[in-house]
């Protein structure tokens, strides 16, 4: 069994952003990496109309991978939002599934 903790004691961590770092334990090497993240403080526009999609659905996504989902139908896109509840258990309200489809099936006309 793999356990990542076991690195907590060595003194392994970079010592400036730049600098990457190695560490080999029980046969295991783990490497640093560096990631950019999307903006958090990217919002959908729209303003009212925006807040359900804006209050739900950024918690897992960013709102450029949504933007460039293929044009999908409002029937596609409730299947979607569905699967988001039920499957990934994405903690969406059912009340707010309407406007997040309208919001999300608005996008498709418009491409």
């Not at 959908?44 to 807040?51: I, Y």
């Not at 409002?74 to 994405?90: F, G, N, S």
Request: aromatic share 6%; net charge neutral.
């Amino acid at each position: 069994m793999l356990a990542l903790g076991f690195v907590a004691g060595l003194n392994a961590g970079p010592t400036s952003a730049a600098e990457k770092s190695t560490v080999t334990e029980g046969g295991v090497t783990l490497h640093s990496v560096s990631t950019k993240f999307p903006d958090p403080g990217r919002l959908f526009p729209g303003g009212s109309s925006a807040d359900a999609i804006n209050n739900n659905c950024l918690a897992c996504h960013s709102i450029g991978m949504v933007l460039t989902q293929p044009k999908m139908s409002r029937a596609a896109w409730q299947a979607e939002v569905i699967k988001m509840r039920t499957t990934y258990k994405a903690p969406v309200a059912e009340a707010d599934v309407p406007a997040i489809v309208d919001y999300l099936a608005n996008l498709s006309v418009g491409k």
